[in-house]
Each structure stands twice: as C-alpha cells, then as structure tokens.
C-alpha cells in the first residue's frame, strides 16, 4: 500500500528564518501531492499543491519540490512568522481512486 | 471556515454508549471521507464514499458504522467503542474523481472513550 513518511518529526526555526520540512513517499505512480498545515485544534488546511509532470510550484511565501527520482517532496517556507507553527502534513493522492495518503507529520515551532 | 462542519466538536462516551458524529460540506462535493488522527500517528483513512457510495473500507472495525444519506451528509455511527478509539475524528470533502483537488477538511470531533 501507500506509505507517506516524513524525515524528522519536529523542527524549531528562528522568525525570520526560511523553513524546509521534508516527506518520502513510496508509490511512484502517485501522481498529486498536498501540503497540508495543522493548528492546533483545527482541521488540515490546504497550502499548496504539486502534480508529478512539475518539480516546482510557488505559492505566497511557500514553494513545494517535487524529485521523482527519489520520491521526495519538500515544503519551504520563507520568512517563517509566529503564525506558521502548527503541524505540516504531506498528502499523495491515490492512483487507484480518491484516497488521500498522509504522513506523520512535521512539527513546527517558530521562536520569536 | 473551510466548508465542512463537524458536530460535535468534543464527546466523551462510554464502552457501552452509542453515538454518532456528523459531518456537512456546503461545497458541492461529492466525495466525502472519515479519517482517524491518533497522536503521533498518520491520519488513517477510514471511509470513502463517491457519490453516496462506499468505495473504501479501510479494515475498520465493526464499531465503526458510516452512513452517507446525501453527498452533503455524512455520519459516523459509534457502538462499544474501546479507549484505544479516542482520537481526533476528520471529516473531509472532495471532488470525486478530480485529478487535482485537495481535501477540504472539517474542524475535527475529538472523541474520548472512557
């Protein structure tokens, strides 16, 4: 089946700082990524996409990378603020349907 | 407010209880999900449907009965849950069959069986 795993579970950044949190999936017939963010005590909201003919997508202050080569996708965050802390989950869509696979989880804490 | 209500937002229940969770998307979805959050642990599907019909049971335990009356509702219907259920309870909605759209999430019911 499916495995989305993340590469370290918490991270700590300075504010101002840019951010980088990293996830390994296994199919490589996946072929659409999400970059989910959790506060606490809310739901995942959505905070950019990626589809596997692209390595690269740009949203406000956040850029995903996509290598297929080595299944890895990464979320970077310039000039982190205090209001990115939360929880950052990628998620890899099903080929077979409209599953959603997620990862553990990376935890991130912004230090004012 | 991304769309999708959950109620109730917290419940605690015995064993022996039964309740149910609610979810409602006003998004003109018709794919719609339950997924368990345990700490420190992946979100774990549980349930798919596509337009009303179950299209995904993940080796859920009987306890855990799905109802999808309408591709707006959905329902988690709890029986004789264990303590080892209690988790954060996610609802959550997309277009069936979109070959790239996310899941819009609900605010979560947090369950503690005790």
């Known amino acids: 089946g499916e495995s989305v795993g993340l590469h370290l579970p918490t991270l700590s950044v300075q504010e101002g700082d840019n951010s980088i949190i990293n996830c390994a999936y296994s199919?490589?017939?996946?072929?659409?990524f999400i970059w989910y963010k959790q506060e606490s005590g809310k739901g995942p909201q959505f905070i950019i996409d990626?589809?596997?003919?692209?390595d690269k997508r740009q949203g406000q202050r956040v850029t995903v990378l996509l290598n297929k080569t080595v299944k890895h996708l990464s979320l970077q965050i310039a000039a982190t603020q205090p209001g990115d802390s939360a929880v950052y989950f990628c998620?890899?869509?099903?080929?077979?349907?409209?599953?959603?696979?997620f990862g553990t989880g990376t935890s991130l804490t912004v230090i004012p | 407010e991304t769309g999708v209500t959950q109620t109730p937002r917290h419940l605690v229940m015995g064993m022996t209880n039964k309740k149910s969770l609610k979810c409602e998307q006003h998004?003109?979805?018709?794919?719609m999900y339950w997924y368990k959050q345990s700490a420190k642990k992946p979100l774990e599907l549980m349930f798919v449907?596509?337009?009303?019909?179950?299209?995904e049971n993940n080796s859920v335990p009987s306890r855990f009965s799905p109802e999808c009356p309408n591709s707006s509702h959905l329902f988690l219907h709890l029986h004789t849950l264990q303590p080892e259920d209690s988790a954060l309870y996610l609802c959550?909605?997309?277009?069936?069959?979109?070959?790239?759209?996310?899941?819009?999430f609900g605010q979560g019911t947090r369950l503690t069986v005790v």
């Open positions: 959550a909605s997309s277009v069936a069959g979109g070959v790239n759209t996310e899941a819009f």
């Open positions: 199919n490589s017939a996946s072929d659409y």
């Open positions: 990626i589809r596997s003919n692209m």
């Open positions: 998620a890899e869509k099903g080929n077979t349907g409209n599953q959603f696979y």
């Open positions: 998004l003109g979805h018709n794919a």
């Open positions: 449907y596509n337009f009303k019909e179950q299209t």
